[in-house]
C-alpha cells in the first residue's frame, strides 16, 4: 500500500516534471523500433502454452519498457488467458478443452500437473503490420529463416506467406534481439531421442542458417543482442526425477537388501550413472512401468522417449556447444552485445539464484524459476532473463538500460485462477500429463514422427568412419 | 549475583541504533561527548578509563561518575534501487530511543598507583524495521540487536611528575539477537510465501581483552596521549526458533511442518570478533583559559568478517548453518574538540568528527546499513559544587547507496539516510 502511494507520488512528479521525463540513456543502441527474433523462450511461452499474463511480461516487453519509458508502441501477438497451448488439437476451431497453460492442480500423494480447462484466442490479430515480438514457439535455425505455415506461425506470421525473418525486417528495426537455436538441440533431450537430422540440427547447416540471419540483419542496419543456448540438463524437465525408485509413500530411495539403491528399467536395461529419466515418464511410471515386478511394478522398461541416457545428454550437449560457439563468433564478428544464457543456467543449476535473501533454484515446482512445464521460465525467470539481455545490451552499447524491478515477480500476485489451493508434497512422484508432455515436445518443434515414435529407437553412430 | 543482575539490567539499556562507525559507541562520557570524543589527551575526568587510562596515573581523589547517552535516531529511511527492491520502493526503520550507560570510579592508592573501575558500553546495535510482515527485506533482517559492555578494572602509575601509564582488564559481556523471516516458492503461485519466522537469541556470553593507555602532560600548553583497547571475541550459546507462518493453504502449511523444525528451541553457537581500537590525541592549550584537541582513532574492524552461525542440534533440531559474511576494514575517525573555560564554574564545549564506515558496499543490507558519518558536538561542564557535565552530538550519515551484491544474498539495492541526535549527561560526584 506503502510502496503504491509513493508509486503514485513518483508519477504525479514525473508529469509535472513534463514531457521527457522518462529519458533512457541507452548509449549506441536505439530503441526507436525493436525487434524480436526467436522461438517459444522470446514469445513468453510459459507452463506449456502461449498466454497473455506471460506474453505480457516477456523477455523482449520488458527490455522494451526498460529501454524506452513507454509501455505502448512494442506489438505482441497476444492471446487471451488460459492461453493456447502447444497441442495439436488446440489448433482446430473446436477444439476439446482442455488447451490452457499448464497449472498445478494438486500435490499430495499423486501431484498432478494438467492444462486449464477452455482456450485463448488471438487478441491482436488485426493489427495491420508485423508484430515487433515475431518470435514463433517451435521454430528451429531453418524455419526463422523458412517457414510461413503451420503451428503458432499462423497466428504470428498471419498466413502472409512471408517468414519470421522476413516480418521482422520489414519493420526496418533499429535494434533487434536474436535468441533462436534452442529447437535444435532442446526437443531431443525432451523426447529423449538425439538423432542428427531429426531431432538434432548439423551443425554445418546451423551454422550456414545462423549466419544467413545475422548478416540479414546487419544489412538492414540494426543493432543486435544475440543470446547462447541453455546446457540441456539445466533444465528440471531433465533433472528432476531421480534415476533411482523413489517410494511415493515415503519419499525415499528403494534399496535392495545390501542397501544398493535400485534404478529404473530403461530401453537398455537398469539406468547407469550419468542417464537421466525425463519428467515426462511420471505417466509411465505411475502405470508400473520402469519398476521391476518384485516392486510392484510391470517389470516394462521406460520408454526410449522418457529416458535421455548419458551418451544421448553428452551428444546432444557436444551439438549445443557447437552452436554456442557459432552464435559467439557471429557476436564478436559483428560486434553485437551476446547474452550468455548457457551460463546463466549454469551459474544457477550449480549455486542458486538470490534475490533479497530469496533462494531461486532449477527445482521443479519449488525453484521459482522454471515453469510448470519444466523448461521454460516462470515470468521471475523471464524478468531475470531480461536483465540478464539488458546488462550485456549496457555493456556492449555503453548505455544506462535500468534492470527490469523484480518486485511483482518475486511476491506476484499472479491470476487467481494459477493460484487454486490444493493438497501438496514435494516428492518426485509427479504426475506430468500425457497431454502436458505432448504440448511441450509441440512447442519445441518436436516432429509429429518423433512424438509419434517413428524415428530409429536407438540413436545412430555418430559415423566417425 | 546480586552485581550480575544489575550489570545485565544496565546492559540491557545499551542497545542503540548506529551512532558511532560500525556499531561501536565512542559516547561513553558527556564531557568528551561535547568535544566529539577528541579526549584522549585530556583524560581527566574519570571517563579516562574508556578514553586513556593513562590519565589514571594522575587521579588525586576519590571520584566517581554516573551517566548515559539518550541516543534517538531521528531518520532512518531506506529508498529503493533495481533490479530488487526496485525504484519507488520504501521502508523506515523504527525510530528508537537507547541509553547506553556509563559508570566509572576512580580512587588512589597511594601518591603514584592508582585504581579504577569503569562499566562502559562500548558496542551497541538495533536495526529494526516498520511493518516487518511486508519488509521487502525481510528474508534478509526484520530486527538484529547487539548489546556489549565491559566491566573495566584499571590501574594507573604515575612514571613521572607529568606522565603515567594505565593497564585495564576488560570483561565484556554481550547479547545478540537476529530476527528474518524464511521465504519458499509456492509451488501453486510460482512465487514468494512467508513460512516462518526465525529468531536467534543468543544470551549474555563473556570475552576478555586488555587496555592500556599513556599520557604525558609535556607543559600548561601541550599533552599527549595513546589509549588502545585489544580485541575480544565473543563465543555465544543460544536458541533460534522459527515460528510457522501459514501460506494460507492449509496441505501446504501441513507438508512443510513435517519437514521443518518450527516451534521448537533449536541450539545454535555463533562467534563475534569485536575489534581492537587505538587513540592518539594531542592537546594544545591556546590559552589560558582555551584548550584545543585533536585525535585519531583507529579501529581495527578487519576482524569482523565472517559471522557464522552453526546449528548445533543435531539431525532433527537444526537448520542449515548459516553465514553472515561482513569482511569489514579498518578505519580510521578524525575528531576535533575545543575547551573553553568561561569561569571557575563553567566550561563550553565544541566538537567535529569525521567517522569512516568500515562496511564495504555489498555488505550493506538490512541488517546492519552504516555509512561516513559527520557529527557535530556542543557541551557544557558544570565544574563546582554539583559537578555534571552535558554533551549533545548530531550525527548526519552520509547517504549510503549500495548496488553490490554478495552472492549468497543477491540484490537488496538502495540508499540509506540516517540521522540521530546524541544527548549524554554525566553526573560527577
Request: proline share 7%.
Amino acid at each position: 500500500m506503502q510502496r503504491l502511494k509513493i508509486l503514485t507520488g513518483a508519477l504525479s512528479l514525473a508529469l509535472l516534471l513534463a514531457g521527457s521525463a522518462f529519458a533512457v540513456d541507452t548509449g549506441s543502441a536505439n530503441f526507436t523500433t525493436y525487434v524480436a527474433l526467436g522461438d517459444s523462450l522470446t514469445a513468453g511461452y510459459s507452463s506449456s502454452a502461449l498466454a497473455h499474463t506471460y506474453q505480457v511480461n516477456s523477455y523482449p516487453a520488458l527490455i522494451y519498457r526498460q529501454a524506452t519509458g513507454k509501455t505502448t508502441g512494442f506489438e505482441q501477438p497476444l492471446i487471451s488467458n488460459p492461453g493456447i497451448s502447444g497441442l495439436a488439437v488446440c489448433n482446430g476451431a473446436n477444439p476439446p478443452a482442455p488447451c490452457g497453460i499448464l497449472r498445478l492442480a494438486a500435490l499430495g500423494v499423486s501431484p498432478t500437473i494438467v492444462p486449464t480447462p477452455g482456450r485463448g484466442t488471438p487478441e491482436n490479430l488485426t493489427l495491420p503490420r508485423p508484430y515487433n515480438n515475431m518470435a514463433i514457439p517451435g521454430q528451429t535455425v531453418h524455419q526463422l529463416l523458412t517457414q510461413t505455415t503451420g503451428g503458432f506461425s499462423d497466428v504470428i506470421l498471419r498466413q502472409t506467406g512471408f517468414t519470421q525473418l522476413q516480418q521482422g525486417l520489414s519493420l526496418k528495426p533499429t535494434f533487434v534481439t536474436l535468441w533462436i537455436g534452442n529447437n535444435d538441440a532442446l526437443g531431443a533431450a525432451v523426447s529423449g531421442i538425439a538423432v542428427e537430422g531429426v531431432t538434432l540440427t548439423p551443425v554445418e547447416s546451423f551454422k550456414a542458417d545462423y549466419t544467413t540471419i545475422v548478416g540479414a540483419i546487419t544489412t538492414a542496419g540494426a543493432r543486435m543482442a544475440m543470446a547462447t543456448i541453455p546446457d540441456v540438463t539445466s533444465i528440471p524437465y531433465v533433472n528432476t526425477i531421480s534415476r533411482f525408485i523413489v517410494n511415493p509413500q515415503t519419499g525415499q530411495v528403494v534399496r535392495d537388501p545390501s542397501g544398493n539403491p535400485i534404478p529404473f528399467i530403461g530401453p537398455n536395461g537398469p539406468l547407469q550413472s550419468g542417464d537421466f529419466v525425463l519428467l515426462g515418464a511420471t505417466t509411465e511410471i505411475s502405470q508400473g512401468r520402469g519398476i521391476p515386478t518384485a516392486l510392484g511394478g510391470s517389470g516394462l522398461p521406460l520408454s526410449d522417449s522418457s529416458v535421455l541416457s548419458a551418451a544421448e545428454a553428452a551428444k546432444i550437449r557436444d551439438y549445443v556447444n557447437s552452436y554456442n560457439a557459432i552464435i559467439t563468433k557471429a557476436a564478436s564478428d559483428s560486434g553485437s552485445a551476446l547474452v550468455d544464457i548457457n551460463a546463466l543456467f549454469k551459474g544457477i543449476a550449480t549455486n542458486g539464484l538470490h534475490v533479497g535473501g530469496i533462494s531461486y533454484s532449477s527445482a521443479f515446482l519449488t525453484g521459482g524459476l522454471f515453469s510448470y512445464d519444466g523448461v521454460h521460465p516462470t515470468a521471475f525467470g523471464y524478468a531475470y532473463i531480461a536483465n540478464t539481455f539488458i546488462d550485456a545490451i549496457n555493456d556492449t552499447y555503453g548505455g544506462d538500460i535500468p534492470p527490469v524491478d523484480l518486485y511483482p515477480f518475486v511476491f506476484g500476485p499472479l491470476p487467481k485462477s494459477l493460484a487454486k489451493a490444493a493438497s501438496g508434497d514435494e516428492y518426485l512422484s509427479f504426475l506430468f500429463s500425457p497431454d502436458a508432455r505432448l504440448s511441450l515436445l509441440k512447442s519445441l518443434g518436436v516432429s509429429q514422427a518423433v512424438i509419434d515414435g517413428k524415428v530409429p529407437h536407438k540413436p545412430r553412430p555418430r559415423g566417425r568412419h | 549475583m546480586g552485581r550480575a543482575l544489575s550489570i545485565v539490567a544496565l546492559a540491557t539499556l545499551a542497545a542503540g541504533p548506529l551512532h558511532a562507525a560500525g556499531f561501536s559507541i565512542f559516547e561513553q562520557g558527556s564531557k568528551a561527548t561535547g568535544m566529539a570524543g577528541a579526549f584522549t589527551a585530556q583524560a581527566d575526568d574519570p571517563s579516562l578509563l574508556f578514553y586513556n587510562a593513562g590519565g589514571l596515573a594522575f587521579v588525586e581523589k576519590t571520584d566517581v561518575s554516573v551517566g548515559a547517552t539518550w541516543i534517538r535516531s531521528t531518520k532512518a529511511d531506506f529508498e529503493g534501487a533495481g533490479p530488487f527492491p526496485g525504484p519507488g520502493y520504501s521502508a523506515k526503520q523504527e525510530t528508537l530511543s537507547e541509553f547506553p550507560p556509563h559508570l566509572y570510579w576512580v580512587q588512589p592508592v597511594t601518591s603514584n598507583l592508582k585504581f579504577g573501575l569503569g562499566i562502559e558500553t562500548p558496542f551497541g546495535l538495533t536495526t529494526s524495521w516498520e511493518n516487518p510482515n511486508q519488509f521487502a527485506g525481510r528474508f534478509l533482517s526484520t530486527k538484529a540487536s547487539l548489546q556489549a559492555f565491559d566491566l573495566n578494572p584499571t590501574l594507573g602509575w604515575r612514571v613521572t611528575p607529568n606522565f603515567g601509564i594505565g593497564v585495564g582488564a576488560l570483561v565484556r559481556y554481550s547479547k545478540v539477537e537476529l530476527n528474518r523471516h524464511v521465504p519458499f516458492i509456492n509451488p501453486f503461485t510460482q512465487t514468494v510465501a512467508d513460512i516462518g519466522a526465525l529468531k536467534l537469541d543468543a544470551d549474555y556470553a563473556t570475552g576478555y581483552g586488555f587496555n592500556v593507555g599513556l599520557l604525558h602532560r609535556l607543559n600548561e600548553s601541550f599533552s599527549w596521549g595513546l589509549s588502545y583497547r585489544s580485541k575480544i571475541t565473543v563465543d555465544y550459546d543460544g536458541d533460534a526458533r522459527l515460528t510457522q507462518i501459514s501460506t494460507g493453504n492449509a496441505t501446504l502449511d501441513t507438508l512443510l511442518s513435517r519437514q521443518l523444525p518450527f516451534n521448537t528451541k533449536l541450539p545454535v553457537k555463533t562467534s563475534i570478533d569485536y575489534p581492537d581500537q587505538a587513540s592518539l590525541g594531542l592537546a594544545f592549550g591556546l590559552t589560558r583559559n582555551l584548550l584545543l584537541e585533536t585525535d585519531v582513532n583507529w579501529m581495527g574492524w578487519s576482524s569482523f568478517k565472517d559471522v557464522n552461525i552453526d546449528f548445533t542440534g543435531g539431525a532433527t533440531n537444526a537448520l542449515p548453518d548459516t553465514t553472515l559474511e561482513q569482511d569489514w576494514e579498518d578505519v580510521y575517525s578524525y575528531r576535533v574538540g575545543l575547551n573553553w573555560t568561561v569561569s571557575p564554574a563553567s566550561q563550553i564545549r565544541l566538537g567535529y568528527v569525521y567517522d569512516q564506515t568500515p562496511q564495504p558496499e555489498e555488505g550493506v543490507s538490512p541488517l546492519l546499513p552504516d555509512a561516513d558519518r559527520n557529527g557535530f558536538c556542543i557541551g557544557y561542564g558544570h565544574t563546582q559544587g554539583f559537578r555534571y557535565d552535558v554533551g549533545l552530538m548530531y550525527l548526519d550519515f552520509k547517504k549510503r547507496t549500495t548496488n553490490k551484491a554478495r552472492p549468497s544474498e543477491g540484490p537488496f539495492f538502495g540508499t540509506y539516510k540516517t540521522q540521530a541526535v546524541l544527548l549524554g549527561l554525566t553526573a560527577n560526584f
